[in-house]
Nanobody, 127 residues
C-alpha cells in the first residue's frame, strides 16, 4: 500500500504561482508513475502532469497546462511537486496526487489507471 498526502493549495490571483507537494509513504519502492489530476465542480477529473518515479524523469503534460506547470520529484524525500505558474481562473479545482503501483512505468492520463490517491488540495485562482 502507498499513502499520499498533498499540501500547498490555496487562494492566488490570476497570473500568480503556487507549488503543490505530495508526500508518499508506505511501499514507495513499487511506484512506477506519479501524477497530478484536478477536478472542478461539475467536471470530470482531468490529468495535468505525470512523471516516472524511478530512473529517467520522463514527464508528460496536456496542452492545457504545458509551459505553465512543471512536475518534479525528490526521491530522497518521497515527494512529488507541481509548480504552477501563470495561473488562470480556469485552473481552479481540487488537485489530487496519484500513483501507479506495481512497477508500471507508462504515463497515462486516465484516472482509472492509477492505484493510489491523496485526499486532494483546493486551488482557487481569482480573476
Amino acid at each position: 500500500q502507498v499513502q499520499l498526502v498533498e499540501s500547498g493549495g490555496g487562494l492566488v490571483q490570476a497570473g500568480g504561482s503556487l507549488r503543490l507537494s505530495c508526500a508518499a509513504s508506505g511501499r514507495t519502492g513499487s511506484m512506477g508513475i506519479m501524477g497530478w489530476f484536478r477536478q472542478a465542480p461539475g467536471k470530470e477529473r482531468e490529468f495535468v502532469a505525470g512523471i516516472r518515479w524511478m530512473s529517467s524523469s520522463s514527464t508528460y503534460y496536456p496542452d492545457s497546462v504545458k509551459g505553465r506547470f512543471t512536475i518534479s520529484r525528490d526521491n530522497a524525500k518521497n515527494t512529488v511537486y507541481l509548480q504552477m505558474n501563470s495561473l488562470k481562473p480556469e485552473d481552479t479545482a481540487v488537485y489530487y496526487c496519484a500513483a501507479k503501483g506495481y512497477f508500471r512505468i507508462i504515463i497515462t492520463t486516465t484516472p482509472e489507471d492509477y492505484d493510489y490517491w491523496g485526499q486532494g488540495t483546493q486551488v482557487t485562482v481569482s480573476s
